[in-house]
């Protein structure tokens, strides 16, 4: 038997602001985005060429979750964005106006450096070490 986890849920303030940041400035794909009523949708975006895990982006409703956005983590790096080429990629975010938390840095698992989404969440982007 296999599993997978199919999609992680994020939090955002606007789904439009939201797909302008993961699929203007980052690039992902747009797998899904169908309207369900007068205020929700279902937005579905990953990085191309994944195959597995998406996220999903989920307007804020309601006071708790407003004050979630952000912070889903209460501060820590929540996702992590693996990459075949950690130096094309930072610098390609980098141009795009990303904001890095720290210079790139070399770990005994990989290169890695933190970034943070325009809502306040915090990822690494990881290049992992050949094993």
Known sequence: MKQVIGAITLVVPDYDEALAFYAGTLGFDVIEDTRLNETKRWVLVAPKGSTETRLLLARADGDAQAAAVGNQTGGRVFLFLHTDDFDRD????????????????????????????PFGNKWDLIEHAAR
Do not use: N, Q
């Open 90 to 117: 930072h610098g390609a975010m980098s141009a795009a106006g990303v904001t890095f938390l720290e210079a790139p840095r070399t770990e005994p698992y990989g290169k890695v450096a933190v970034f943070r989404d």
